[in-house]
């Protein structure tokens, strides 16, 4: 079982910064691609970052120049530094990641697994 646990949320006003961190933990022999969405209120969930175990990055268009995606592989993390906030950043932001689990060898067996935090609120007021 693998589980992530989010931190970092709070209130803070247009124009801030905040820094989300996001860890995973449990059997884990590889992750791969970790990520960030949010779910606004009334509006469907969308992606706001991810990045590759090799670093490769990937943004949400509202969020582009603004935000910037990280991981520590050695600590099974993944950050995600919010600058120039907006009101419309408000949402509760979750963390995903994917990834195996057992041995390369089958023994334990290798299971793949995709797994999301419960979640962090970020509310910027204006």
């Known amino acids: 079982q693998v589980q992530l646990v989010e931190s970092g949320g709070g209130l803070v006003q247009s124009g801030g910064s905040l820094r989300l961190s996001c860890a995973a933990s449990g059997s884990i022999l590889k992750i791969n691609d970790m990520g960030w969405y949010r779910r606004a209120p009334g509006k469907q969930r969308e992606l706001v970052a991810t990045i590759t175990s090799g670093g490769t990055t990937d943004y949400g268009d509202s969020v582009m120049g603004r935000f910037t995606i990280s991981r520590d592989n050695a600590k099974n993390s993944v950050y995600l530094q919010m600058n120039s906030l907006k009101p419309e950043d408000t949402a509760l932001y979750y963390c995903?990641?994917?990834?195996?689990?057992?041995?390369?060898?089958?023994?334990?067996?290798?299971?793949?697994?995709?797994?999301w935090g419960q979640g962090t609120q970020v509310t910027v007021s204006s």
């Open positions: 995903n990641a994917d990834g195996y689990s057992g041995s390369w060898d089958g023994e334990p067996p290798l299971q793949v697994w995709r797994q």
